[in-house]
């Protein structure tokens, strides 16, 4: 089954202690994303990835890291969590936008969410 | 920078009336998704608009592309409990960053 993966889906943490959310997709994708959702604030991009080893910043990236180091892979890193981190936060894969006409985009494939609480 | 504006943010209908939900850009787009995210779900693609004017329908949702692509619709007649979440815009803002409207929820008396 196509999907994206990610883990853990609820994570209860203290502020400064490392984490990692994980998230994989099984179809071969070229673009990855991290967005988190917050009340009133919609979807917002904290990191992109067009291809392996190829990352760049999204409208919301202080306090993330993020790395490419496979196609299928794509963890988000909070080095020193703080409590303005809590949030919902969504990974997406999509086919990427190499071949296709211009102004076409390819759809986003949503993994199931991972409630993150920095106490 | 490209600013989104969705709205209402909020929707309360009861069961069997319409609901509309509008998005609106500061500059032209060159194309505009519609998602949808059930209450505890994820974000679901609906449709993709690229053609000024566009009209697409999917059953009951009728989804609009203005003519000067500033704006969007999404249109649901005759709801039903089942369309009840939360409705995001995404237009193109460029090839690599995404950019999505705040959303509109909608909550649907029985």
Redesign the interface.
Known sequence: EAQVTQNPRYLITVTGKKLTVTCSQNMNHEYMSWYRQDPGLGLRQIYYSMNVEVTDKGDVPEGYKVSRKEKRNFPLILESPSPNQTSLYFCASSLGTSGRARHWRETQYFGPGTRLLVL | GQQVM?IP?YQHVQEGEDFTTYCNSSTTL??I?W?KQRPG?????LI?L?KSGEVKKQKRLTFQFGEAKKNSSLHITATQTTDVGTY?C?P?SS?????????TRLSIRP
């Open positions: 969705q943010q060159s194309n998704q998602y779900g994820h974000p679901v693609f993709q690229v995001f995404a193109y090839a690599s960053k995404i950019i999505f409207g705040s959303g």
